[in-house]
């Protein structure tokens, strides 16, 4: 019995496809490192744009431009990566420092520990004390 020669097909096209790719490989990311302005941002923008050009292969269109449309893809992510850059600030050390240094009141601890020992009914109405008799509203 022969197997369907769809699944041979399939395979076929995704190694053209990966071959493809890998010839293109050294054009791709010379084109993100320019594009990204650094050789470490250029390598990631590469590996998101390699990343997203796998994750929708079924959409590219064998025998077009795949070039072209991974250059494209590149273009998308360093625009989308260039809109949210205005929400990213680099860390200023000395803000840090100053930011998380916590504001100790030792009265606030005292005041905890009484109301701990308190008795169920001199507490606020939190939780229903086993003192008090009234109904609940």
Known sequence: MRSSPLPEVADRASAAFTGEIVAL???????TRM????????EDLAQTTLARAWAA??????????KAWLFQIA???????????????PLNQGVAEQ?????V?????IELDELRGASPCSRSASAKPSCWS???A
């Open 25 to 31: 490989l050294p054009r791709l990311r010379a084109f």
């Open 35 to 42: 594009l990204a302005g650094s050789h470490a941002d250029g």
């Open 57 to 66: 292969r079924d959409s590219y269109t064998p025998g077009t431009n795949l």
């Open 75 to 89: 273009r998308n992510r360093m625009a989308s990566n260039y809109r949210r850059a205005w929400r990213v600030r």
């Open 99 to 103: 930011t998380l240094v916590a504001n």
């Open 105 to 109: 009141r030792v009265e606030g601890r």
């Open 134 to 136: 009234g109904r609940w």
